[in-house]
């Protein structure tokens, strides 16, 4: 009978050591508790982020000013007619060579009847008047990019003073260009912001005179070879921005 308690007093004991066991060991990592209904989320799921896009307080704001020009109505009116002009210009010098071309054949067929030294002048005129016409096509393609980089020089020289106010008016101290920053939330740039304003103000920019060799308000002139950010007096300040727009880089 002693001995029969005696075992049950060890068994009784040893449940209770594993017991405390049990109770001490931690969780396993892998097994958490988890609701029956609840879906299980994802392993490798990142925590989430702010909406980067969304607008934010900051004193430097961000500007592509390619998109800038590109995108306003004064980059796609000034987009059209420099389409429409290489386009008039191509077919032009489809159809002069298409002439210069039938002009050497007739020189060629002819150059059995005629002396060496008649055809000789004649051939030398012929690669004179090729060699003029060339160079005329030449200038009139290297026009077409003069007159993109004016009208940009145009469409800069309008935008800093609705840029400026835009500084101003966000509470920043400059517009740095997009294309030097290395990273940057979406939310501080404000092309588009930019776009509606210029759009809202100067339209297409038809009625604009052409660019003055410097801005009247005495500001630096934007210049197409050299970006630079376009920076503005405090918010507080109620003077004219002081700085230049960043100028895109030459289209093709």
Known sequence: MAAGRAAALALALALGAGMALAQAAPATPDAPAVAPDAPAAAPDAPAAAPDAAAPI????????????????????????????????LGAENRKIEADLSAEERQLTDERAKMAPDAFRKLADAFDAKVEGIRAAQDAKNRDLDTLREDERQRFLEAAL???????????????LN????????????VTDRAIARIDAAIGDGHQLEPPATAP??????????????????????????????????AGN
């Open 216 to 249: 009247a308000d005495g500001a630096a002139a934007p210049s197409p070879a050299a970006p630079a950010p376009a920076t503005a007096p405090a918010p507080a300040s109620g003077a004219a921005p002081s700085g230049t727009v960043p100028a895109a880089p």
């Open 161 to 175: 003073p609705i840029l400026g106010q835009l500084v101003r008016d966000s509470g920043a101290v400059a517009i």
């Open 57 to 88: 307080t900051s004193p430097v704001l961000t500007l592509d000013p390619e998109r800038l020009f590109a995108g306003s109505l004064y980059g796609k009116r000034v987009a059209g007619e420099i389409e429409d002009r290489a386009r008039a």
């Open 178 to 189: 997009q294309q030097a920053i290395f990273l940057s939330f979406r939310g501080i740039d």
